[in-house]
Structure formats: C-alpha cells, structure tokens
C-alpha cells in the first residue's frame, strides 16, 4: 500500500517566474518546513539524475530522504523518485491559471514496518497533508 496525497495552490505569479524559484532545488529548503536542510551527493544541482540529500523532520521523526530527479520538463514539472527509508514517487506541476499558477504537488509514498507500515501511511497522510500545504502557502508567499 501507499500513501497517496496531493496538495495545491494558486501562486500570484506566471509559470516562468515560480519555475526560476522551484527549480534552484537547494531553495526547496527555505519554504518547506519539513526539510532541514538539502544537499547534493551528485554533481549536478538540476535536471534529470540529480541527487538531494534531506534530513527531514516531521514531529519527533527525523529521517534522510534520497530523492532523485526523474523528470525535468523545463518551465512545468519536476518528477523524483524517493529511495530513503520513505520510498515513493513524487511530482511538482506548475500550469497557467488566469495571470498567475496552478502548483501541485502529488506523492505516492511507502512507510517501511519500522514507521508502522500501512497503519503509519493512514496516520501520517493527515500530518503531511498539512504540512505540505503550509509548505505551499510559504512558497506562494514568495512571490507575495
């Protein structure tokens, strides 16, 4: 089983200028709460095949997430897959809406028994959700 969960937000600014934001993946850091800090174990620090390191922390739970970049469609989507003790896949999506941008930002993510397995996923999905939609309320606030 997986848990599934899709948050979004209306960014008051066109694709091309949240894209600039969103796609300097070390910034990820300044507007999403739930990680620590992001570092790089590739040589690269965009496109596909990029490597992040994230410590992240929900509540008490630290872990280290390993996200790589499995697709870079330049200006409108951003797809990894999540190989740390948390696997899954994952995509951010940016598309026109009115003046300004439709994010979003959807996983499908595996806990491992030792985070409780699928009655963790059922526990965790509501926590997650509402931090990643104040993770989305802090990067609209970027272009505020």
Aim: proline share 5%; hydrophobic share 45%; aromatic share 6%.
């Amino acid at each position: 089983m997986t848990m599934h969960v899709v948050v979004s937000t209306h960014i008051d600014a066109p694709p091309d200028e949240v894209w600039r934001d969103v796609s300097e993946m070390a910034s990820h850091a300044e507007w999403m709460a739930d990680a620590e800090s992001i570092s790089f174990a590739s040589s690269t620090t965009s496109g596909v095949g990029t490597i992040l390191v994230v410590p992240t922390r929900v509540g008490p739970l630290v872990t280290e997430d390993w996200i790589i970049v499995t697709r870079w469609d330049e200006g409108a989507a951003i797809g990894v897959v999540h190989v740390g003790i948390v696997s899954g896949v994952g995509e951010f999506r940016l598309t026109p809406e009115g003046a300004g941008t439709r994010f979003v930002w959807e996983e499908d993510l595996t806990l491992p028994l030792s985070l409780g397995g699928r009655l963790g996923e059922v526990v965790a999905k509501p926590i997650v959700t509402a931090i990643w939609k104040g993770n989305l309320a802090r990067l609209a606030r970027r272009f505020a």
